[in-house]
């Protein structure tokens, strides 16, 4: 059974880059061919926003609204994935969560199934 | 981007009855050439992630209970909870995968009355 499990830092300072690893088990990130491996954020009593995702090709997708600060890459030797959210601010504070995009179409667009537990990232000085 | 909008912001329903949420996109997320809306619905109780529940605006994944069930098309879609159990008290959200960026409705919340 695919799971999914990020880590990182759960304080981060204003203007500072904020760094996440997902780690899957269960399946490999190169054999899921048809599939998009996904970064997604809820603040805090809000609503779900999608970051960006890639695919087994290394195409990478991104949120227009995030994409000028965002960077997403893999290692598939550790069979994990990263993002990389530079200049922070309070209102990228959030749970962040990695997931499987199952492909519906090009773009980096399907649905999110299994998702990590989530890890909350605050940003504060 | 495609905006999705849920109504009602929440709602209090009796054990046993019907719950029924509405998603209306901005645009319509029928792709006319498979007949297929780019649709999903998804549970969220506290402190866990999202969990998927129907995808193709209508199709229940493995292991929803059947009281669940998602209709609608082109813009307007319902997510209905015939028979409403404890268990089902959470936060449910729509989301569009049609065109990028995918984007989600703002959650509607569901409690026992």
Redesign the interface.
């Known amino acids: 059974q695919l799971q999914l499990q990020e880590s990182g830092p759960g304080l981060v300072k204003p203007s500072e880059t904020l760094s996440l690893i997902c780690a899957v088990s269960g399946g490999s990130l190169s054999t899921r061919n048809y599939h998009y491996w996904s970064w997604v954020r809820q603040p805090p009593g809000k609503g779900l926003e999608w970051i960006g995702n890639f695919d087994y090709s290394g195409n990478t997708y991104y949120n227009p609204s995030l994409k000028s600060r965002v960077a997403i890459s893999v290692d598939t030797s550790k069979n994990e994935f990263s993002m990389k959210l530079t200049s922070v601010t309070a209102a990228d504070t959030a749970v962040y969560y990695c997931a499987l995009t199952i492909n519906s179409g090009t773009g980096g667009r399907g649905w999110f199934d299994p998702w990590s537990q989530g890890t909350l990232v605050t940003v504060s000085s | 981007d495609i905006v999705m909008t849920q109504s009602p912001d929440s709602l209090a329903v009796s054990l046993g009855e019907r719950a029924t949420i509405n998603c209306k996109s901005s645009q319509s997320v029928l792709y006319s050439p498979n007949n297929k809306n780019?649709f999903?619905w998804?549970q969220q109780k506290p402190g866990?992630?999202?969990?998927?529940l129907i995808?193709w605006a209508s199709t229940r994944?493995s292991g929803v209970p059947d009281r669940f069930s998602g209709s609608g098309s082109g813009t307007d879609f319902t997510l209905s909870i015939s028979g409403l159990q404890a268990e089902d008290v959470a936060v449910y959200?729509c989301?569009q995968?049609?065109?990028?960026?995918?984007?989600?409705?703002?959650?509607t919340r569901v409690e026992v009355k």
């Open positions: 780019y999903a998804y866990q992630p999202p969990k998927l995808n994944e959200y989301q995968y049609y065109s990028s960026p995918q984007t989600f409705g703002q959650g």
